[in-house]
């Protein structure tokens, strides 16, 4: 197993060397760049077009005469097109953008094997801090999402697996499709409506994950109002969530339920309840326990943007969508650096999980 843990580390190294030149490569040839962002708002957007067609050319071919009764346009065009070049040299070494490429890369890979990821082109803060606080707020929705999802999920899906074709069956499916028919952020915008002031109850708070004064609370205070600003956007989450790993875990047992092994368990003498913990539930939870990684790292990072975004939560998700927005380099690659990084660590977590479930799989008997 030693051997097996060093191996998919050191997989890790070109893994995520890969995920971010690739990405670098893409964000290199995206227009809008960091220096176009501030250059546009000393300008004004989308007057910086215009002020190019009608400044350039254009101004130097009309007469005399109409260019002195157009001065004060032509001037505003000016401004628009015709910053100081040494202004957006300025810029570009601000910026690091005075250097090619390949360069930048390579200085950026230094830096994070330091973990040095730099400070916010626009933020005026460094990375890191800027991580350190969207983080309790990521990690709240993303723990407690997955966690109620597999605690709903798996014993549901067992349930109908065993249960299979009875009434029970019958009426948990068609909430399940109900429950993966509605996005999440649509029941966020429901539960709202409903349960946060929109039209009718007053129940919960709508906002953050604290209320004001917070911290002058004690702690038993403390606790009961952090949960309460996480109960809506918890389950609106949780629905748009449990209903694809409930039909895994059904499938999955369903499997293992009609194997031949099971037959001979159950032609021993063996409890029903014996054969399904015993036997059956250590093979098919194989399956389940492999999607943990991505499920968790999705939830955490990417699921959890529309309801932060609706529940004016202030956490990674919204972090990195802005940062996308503005062309926030240093945000937008310090977060790819750590989010692969973190998915790598976890599926590597998920792979030995299974060997605590059914020690018969031994990974060093294979290849990475």
Same mark, same amino acid.
Request: hydrophobic share 50%; proline share 4%; aromatic share 12%.
């Given at each position: 197993?030693?051997?097996?843990?060093?191996? /998919?580390?050191?997989?890790?190294?070109?893994?995520?060397?890969?995920?971010?030149?690739?990405?670098?490569?893409?964000?290199?040839?995206?227009?809008?760049?960091?220096?176009?962002?501030?250059?546009?708002?000393?300008?004004?957007?989308?007057?910086?077009?215009?002020?190019?067609?009608?400044?350039?050319?254009?101004?130097?071919?009309?007469?005399?005469?109409?260019?002195?009764?157009?001065?004060?346009?032509?001037?505003?065009?000016?401004?628009?097109?015709?910053?100081?070049?040494?202004?957006?040299?300025?810029?570009?070494?601000?910026?690091?953008?005075?250097?090619?490429?390949?360069? @930048?890369?390579?200085?950026?890979?230094?830096?994070?094997?330091?973990?040095?990821?730099?400070?916010?082109?626009?933020?005026?803060?460094?990375?890191?801090?800027?991580?350190?606080?969207?983080?309790?707020?990521?990690?709240?929705?993303?723990?407690?999402?997955?966690?109620?999802?597999?605690?709903?999920?798996?014993?549901?899906?067992?349930?109908?697996?065993?249960?299979?074709?009875?009434?029970?069956?019958?009426?948990?499916?068609?909430?399940?499709?109900?429950?993966?028919?509605?996005?999440?952020?649509?029941?966020?915008?429901?539960?709202?409506?409903?349960?946060?002031?929109? @039209?009718?109850?007053?129940?919960?708070?709508?906002?953050?994950?604290?209320?004001?004064?917070?911290?002058?609370?004690?702690?038993?205070?403390?606790?009961?109002?952090?949960?309460?600003?996480?109960?809506?956007?918890?389950?609106?989450?949780?629905?748009?969530?449990?209903?694809?790993?409930?039909?895994?875990?059904?499938?999955?047992?369903?499997?293992?339920?009609?194997?031949?092994?099971?037959?001979?368990?159950?032609?021993?003498?063996?409890?029903? /309840?014996?054969?399904?913990?015993?036997?059956?539930? /250590?093979?098919?939870?194989?399956?389940?326990?492999?999607?943990?990684?991505?499920?968790?790292?999705?939830?955490?990072?990417?699921?959890?943007?529309?309801?932060?975004?609706?529940?004016?939560?202030?956490?990674?998700?919204?972090?990195?969508?802005?940062?996308?927005?503005?062309?926030?380099?240093?945000?937008?690659?310090?977060?790819?650096?750590?989010?692969?990084?973190?998915?790598?660590?976890?599926?590597?977590?998920?792979?030995?999980?299974?060997?605590?479930?059914?020690?018969?799989?031994?990974?060093?008997?294979?290849?990475?």
């Amino acid at each position: 197993m030693t051997a097996y843990i060093v191996r /998919r580390l050191l997989l890790i190294i070109p893994t995520l060397f890969g995920i971010i030149l690739i990405n670098f490569l893409v964000i290199q040839a995206a227009p809008g760049g960091p220096v176009e962002q501030l250059i546009s708002r000393y300008t004004g957007t989308g007057v910086e077009a215009t002020a190019r067609v009608s400044g350039g050319d254009q101004a130097e071919t009309i007469s005399n005469k109409r260019l002195a009764s157009q001065e004060t346009l032509i001037s505003k065009y000016r401004g628009a097109q015709g910053l100081d070049p040494d202004f957006i040299r300025e810029l570009e070494v601000m910026y690091g953008f005075d250097k090619p490429a390949h360069e @930048r890369f390579i200085k950026m890979l230094v830096n994070y094997v330091q973990f040095d990821f730099g400070e916010s082109f626009f933020r005026d803060e460094r990375v890191v801090d800027l991580v350190m606080d969207k983080m309790p707020v990521s990690i709240s929705l993303g723990l407690w999402t997955t966690l109620l999802v597999y605690m709903i999920s798996v014993p549901l899906g067992i349930l109908k697996a065993v249960r299979d074709g009875s009434r029970f069956d019958f009426w948990s499916s068609g909430v399940v499709v109900v429950g993966n028919a509605i996005p999440s952020f649509l029941f966020a915008i429901l539960l709202i409506v409903l349960f946060a002031g929109g @039209r009718y109850l007053d129940w919960f708070p709508l906002r953050g994950l604290t209320s004001t004064g917070w911290n002058d609370f004690s702690l038993a205070e403390q606790v009961v109002d952090y949960f309460w600003h996480l109960v809506l956007p918890i389950v609106s989450m949780v629905i748009g969530g449990f209903a694809g790993l409930t039909l895994l875990t059904k499938n999955s047992f369903l499997e293992e339920i009609n194997k031949q092994y099971v037959v001979t368990a159950r032609a021993k003498g063996l409890t029903e /309840r014996r054969v399904l913990i015993g036997h059956v539930f /250590r093979n098919a939870m194989l399956i389940v326990i492999a999607g943990f990684p991505s499920a968790f790292i999705g939830i955490l990072f990417t699921g959890a943007l529309l309801t932060e975004i609706i529940f004016s939560l202030d956490g990674l998700g919204l972090l990195g969508f802005e940062a996308v927005v503005n062309r926030d380099y240093p945000v937008m690659f310090a977060s790819l650096y750590f989010f692969t990084l973190l998915g790598l660590v976890m599926q590597l977590i998920g792979d030995l999980t299974y060997t605590i479930i059914d020690p018969r799989i031994d990974f060093d008997t294979r290849e990475v």
